[in-house]
């Protein structure tokens, strides 16, 4: 078993950036497809970006692409978020997982973090 731990969230002015990292732990020669997902009050979990641990392309969501980008360091075992140009509609808790297939499936992820919040408000 892996684990994964979150950090760098908080609160930022709307069009400020952040990064996430997310530190693995545990069973390291498990970590096959990487994500974060965000979850936003009353919303379901959703999909924001991945890589793959072993490397390859990138995949992002719409709504997030030429503003976030997914990156790891594998030599440390662990993968970054960072996140330009924010907007209230990025406010949410992100997650980061780790899946057996690429690109993740939020129904085949094996391992999740526990979170950290983001806030994008004025």
């Known amino acids: 078993q892996v684990q994964l731990a979150e950090s760098g969230g908080g609160l930022v002015q709307p069009g400020g950036s952040l990064r996430l990292s997310c530190a693995a732990s545990?069973?390291?020669?498990?970590?096959?497809?990487l994500a974060w997902f965000r979850q936003a009050p009353g919303k379901e979990r959703e999909f924001v970006a991945a890589i793959p641990w072993s490397g390859g392309s990138t995949a992002y969501a719409d709504s997030v692409k030429g503003r976030f980008t997914i990156s790891r360091d594998n030599a440390k075992a662990i993968l970054y978020l960072q996140m330009n140009s924010l907007k209230p509609e990025d406010t949410a808790v992100y997650y980061c997982a780790n899946g057996p297939q690429y690109p993740p499936r939020l129904r085949d992820i094996t391992s999740w973090g526990q979170g950290t919040q983001v806030t994008v408000s004025s």
């Open positions: 545990g069973r390291i020669s498990s970590l096959h497809a």
